[in-house]
């Protein structure tokens, strides 16, 4: 299978700040990436569609200027988390397909749980 | 919209039986990818099997099986000989053939019990 490598694990930081969160394809070009968010026990939610070279396709209710996406290359897309609030605390997964391999499914990167104190 | 649907929260099973986990979808388009991921405690997504609505045989991967009714528009994932690492959250997942967004149900959390 493909390899979706994700950065950090984990990560605390304070109200107020910026958290960036990194998205890696390591064997396979990703035009496309996807940002999850998933609580305790939940499935996962669908935050925005990430585009190589151009504006990120937010879902209905997602703050664009609150989570910050960039995927500048076809290996990295970025989630920012701006001016964190302990709210925003939950685990943040992203995932991407590999389009020149004919395989349908997504893979995943392990996910990042981040707290806001 | 396509919608997907676990109608099971939690399910338990004893080690060796075999256990079902029910997924139903609604969608208006005729070719579509249904998946089973499982999420174990590590949060890190697996696919456990795959299913191309074009083909009539349901999939197989070892002890994962499914059964896949495309008029009833049912998807339900098979496990036999259940063991202890298959203890997880279980999501079914449906794609179109067009788009490449994921839409998922609400998961099944899966306890194999010793």
């Known amino acids: 299978g493909a390899v979706v490598s994700q950065h950090p694990s984990r990560v605390i930081c304070k109200s107020g700040t910026s958290v960036k969160i990194e998205c890696r394809s390591l064997?396979?070009?990703?035009?496309?990436m996807f940002w999850y968010r998933q609580f305790p026990k939940q499935s996962l939610m669908l935050m925005a569609t990430?585009?190589?070279?151009?504006?990120?396709?937010?879902e209905q209710g997602v703050e664009k200027d609150k989570f910050l996406i960039n995927h500048a290359s076809l290996t990295l897309s970025t989630l920012t988390v701006t001016s964190a609030h302990p709210e925003d605390s939950s685990f943040y997964i992203c995932?991407?397909?590999?389009?020149?391999?004919?395989?349908?499914?997504?893979?995943f990167g392990q996910g990042t749980r981040l707290t806001v104190v | 919209a396509q919608t997907v649907t676990q109608s099971q929260p939690e399910m338990s099973v004893q080690e060796a039986e075999t256990v079902t986990l029910s997924c139903t979808y609604d969608?208006?388009?005729?070719?579509?990818?249904l998946f089973w991921y499982k999420q174990p405690p590590s949060r890190q997504m697996i696919l456990v099997i795959r299913?191309?609505?074009?083909?009539?045989q349901n999939a197989t991967e070892n002890r994962f099986s499914v059964n896949f009714q495309k008029a009833a528009k049912s998807f339900s994932l098979k496990i036999s000989d259940s063991q202890l690492g298959d203890a997880a959250m279980y999501f079914c997942?449906?794609?179109?053939?067009?788009?490449?967004?994921?839409?998922f149900g609400e998961g099944t959390q899966l306890t194999v019990n010793p």
């Open positions: 995932s991407a397909r590999v389009l020149d391999r004919g395989t349908p499914e997504a893979f």
């Open positions: 064997d396979f070009q990703a035009t496309t």
């Open positions: 990430s585009n190589e070279g151009s504006k990120a396709t937010y």
């Open positions: 969608t208006s388009e005729s070719d579509y990818y």
């Open positions: 299913q191309e609505a074009y083909k009539q």
């Open positions: 997942a449906y794609r179109g053939t067009s788009g490449s967004r994921l839409t």
